[in-house]
């Protein structure tokens, strides 16, 4: 490629608008136009990167043994109401109507569609196992689209989907497809874990995400230095602090806490250490009678040493909250409690009333609480004699230092973007679609399902969130537009630039090289600030004054401080034996 006959348009600021690095590199080196909230045009260089991710993940895909094919963006209705998921997806999920006002959605997703494929498709256990993908457009009408293509509305995403016998073999897929991921984002050149996550929407059991190390990283991470353990931290498993329930030593005793509110402010006053202090969270579960009318919310107290964070997905498991909640409102909880918030404790609650205590709480002893009256706490409180002993469940998020599950050392914290997902459904989707095979006996059996998803354009945004520095964006290798960058000063009134520049430039190609020949005319420092930005990973500087002694220049972009000159006749051949390919 010839940079006179691309289309390259940069920029020296990036908009306003432009929250995180990868969005703001994106638009100023013309990878991507902004053309709604959420909605990119992918101008040329940022379609080469997209096109280079889509044919690594299509390589390890069919590698794997999954079947390609393309399922349609515009999915009807009907299949979203037979999986219930019509209603339950929340508004994400565009919903329109076509001319004679049947219901269709932009589809985030094509569990519905691909079941639909395998229960028209597949009728005996003999056409098991098999996995189909698609690369495809997918919309999610996010509430709010931020960080460039890492949140957007429209985006392209890889899916795919395995059927099988049972869980046995589902699992043996399931595990097919996380090792092919393992390879996908190997070949991308990411620094990424593979942590277990929660299944959220989608439904299922097992889940795994892959994510891309980064300081921007939405996601928080789990892990430990010492072993393989890595968990999301929305799954990551908290263990009690403390070395079980010590004996009672102090008596119950109601004091005065005027205004104090929060629970630093509570031990400060009371001069009691922060870590003997417990919080109350009040959550509530929406219900309906028969008819559908609406009954007053169930009330479900959460219990957590101050110092920790309720873990939302956890309380999700509770039993009352199963099907959903949120938080009590000030009038909720001053009716169920006879107190504002801020003063509220377990000791003496209503019957009515689910009580909840995280792992850690519920082996402390001699507590600190809310007395469920403003302007009063309880110090001295021990669960089984000055109230009852709480249902204990794993509740908080970890923290730093806390024991690893797996024992084998403490947990550490790291933020990251999750590009790729892994889910074991089993039958989440096959039974209430009706997708079954005929067994060896001739018996229906619902087929077990996995799907496997990756942010195609998330990657982009990932990778640069990942590699970049003041100046620009710095490729891996594998997904750069181009691997390399000729740029020749006074191409076009030197002769024997211009030959050097075109020998080198043919000689790249013909060894299988992507590389661009800038052959326009800009002053040197324009040029390179340019190339630094768009972030083309090797650079080659052919100039009058280093052919005089017969080399070109050669720098990475992961370190243009250190330039090496290479001999013309070598230069092929050294800058192939640079490129990191698989």
């Not at 996550?197 to 996601?219: K, L, W």
């Not at 009678?289 to 999700?316: T, Y």
């Amino acid at each position: 490629m010839r940079a006179r006959s691309f289309f390259i348009s940069t920029l020296k600021e990036a908009p306003a608008d432009a929250d995180v690095i990868s969005q703001q590199y994106m638009i100023r080196s013309g990878m991507i136009k902004k053309l709604a909230a959420g909605v990119y045009t992918y101008m040329p260089l940022g379609l080469r990167v997209i096109r280079k991710i889509e044919n690594i993940i299509r390589d390890e895909m069919v590698r794997a043994g999954s079947i390609e094919l393309l399922m349609p963006m515009v999915q009807p209705a009907e299949l979203w109401q037979e999986t219930g998921r019509w209603e339950k997806y929340g508004p994400e999920l565009l919903r329109i109507k076509d001319r004679h006002m049947r219901d269709f959605v932009l589809q985030p997703t094509s569990e519905e569609v691909i079941t639909d494929v395998a229960r028209q498709e597949i009728k005996s256990w003999r056409q098991l196992p098999v996995n189909f993908f698609h690369i495809q457009t997918k919309f999610r009408d996010e509430r709010r689209p931020r960080f460039g293509v890492m949140r957007g509305r429209e985006f392209t995403m890889k899916d795919a989907y395995s059927f099988d016998r049972d869980e046995a073999g589902a699992g043996l897929s399931y595990d097919k497809m996380y090792a092919a991921y393992q390879r996908i984002f190997t070949r991308i050149g990411l620094v990424f874990r593979a942590v277990r996550a929660d299944t959220g929407s989608i439904g299922g059991s097992r889940s795994h995400e892959f994510q891309v190390i980064a300081n921007a990283g939405e996601d928080v991470i789990a892990y430990c230095p010492d072993s393989d353990y890595a968990a999301n931290i929305e799954l990551a498993d908290a263990s009690s602090v403390l070395d079980g329930r010590k004996a009672p030593t102090a008596a119950l005793e109601k004091r005065a806490t005027p205004g104090k509110e929060k629970c630093e402010l509570v031990a400060e006053y009371l001069g009691l250490p922060l870590l003997s202090c417990i919080k109350s969270v009040v959550l509530a579960a929406d219900r309906t009678n028969e008819k559908g009318e609406p009954l007053p919310a169930k009330i479900v107290l959460v219990l957590l040493r101050a110092d920790h964070e309720l873990n939302e997905v956890k309380a999700g498991h509770i039993p009352e909250l199963k099907d959903g909640f949120r938080f009590a409102t000030d009038a909720e909880i001053l009716a169920a409690f006879g107190s504002k918030p801020g003063y509220l404790g377990p000791v003496g609650v209503k019957s009515n009333i689910a009580v909840y205590a995280d792992k850690t709480a519920a082996d402390m002893s001699d507590f600190c609480c809310g007395a469920n009256e403003e302007g009063f706490h309880y110090s001295g409180v021990n669960f089984g004699r000055d109230l009852p002993e709480p249902v204990v469940m794993d509740l908080r998020n970890v923290v730093e230092g806390d024991k690893s599950p797996d024992g084998k050392g403490v947990l550490r914290l790291q933020r990251g973007i999750e590009v790729g997902h892994v889910f074991f459904l089993g039958t989440r989707y096959s039974e209430p679609m009706h997708a079954t095979f005929l067994d060896e006996n001739g018996q229906p059996k619902p087929m077990q399902m996995g799907c496997y998803g990756i942010g195609v354009t998330r990657v982009a945004g990932a990778a640069i969130e990942q590699r970049h520095d003041d100046k620009g964006i710095q490729w891996p290798d594998a997904i750069a537009p181009f691997e390399v960058v000729i740029c020749p000063m006074n191409y076009a009134k030197s002769e024997d630039v211009r030959k050097a520049a075109d020998a080198l430039y043919e000689d790249l190609k013909a060894r299988g090289v992507d590389v661009i020949l800038d052959d326009r005319d800009m002053r040197p420092g324009v040029m390179f600030a340019e190339w630094e930005l768009i972030g083309v990973p090797h650079r080659v500087v052919i100039g009058d004054r280093g052919l005089k002694n017969g080399e070109i220049e050669y720098a990475e972009r992961t370190n243009l401080a250190e330039k090496t000159m290479v001999p013309v006749a070598d230069a092929a051949a050294f800058i192939v034996g640079r490129i990191k390919r698989d």
